[in-house]
């Protein structure tokens, strides 16, 4: 996958938008007004995802293309390098499970309004 791969797939989840809110320089993507992904225009060979704590320690330690994202908070979110070996289908699953972290954080009223798969559904 490419940036505008990325960024496509992003913007064909429910209920998502993007907005250039720190400048020229970065694109963040929502859902319902909460971003769960960024993409940076200096380097577009990165991109940054939201990440339940254990499993973003789990990915770091197996993936070297993922690491603490840079000016965000290092326990929630991580930097993916699309330089080496993870496959669409890994960035995909990642960029759904960002989505995920934020629409589990959603009001209930609001995040039962969105159309996730149960499996996806936080409890």
Known sequence: MNIESIREYCLSLPNTSEDMPFGDEY???RVCGKIFACIGFAR?????????P??????????????PAWHWNKKY????????????????SLIHHSYGQVVGKLPKKLRD???LPADDRPE
């Open 77 to 92: 979110w991580n930097q993916l390098s699309l330089q080496g070996s993870l496959t669409d289908d890994m960035i995909k």
């Open 44 to 52: 577009p060979d990165y991109f940054v995802l939201k990440c339940d």
């Open 27 to 29: 694109l963040v993507i």
């Open 54 to 67: 254990a499993y973003a320690i789990e990915l770091r330690e197996s993936h070297s293309e993922i690491e």
């Open 113 to 115: 309004s969105i159309p």
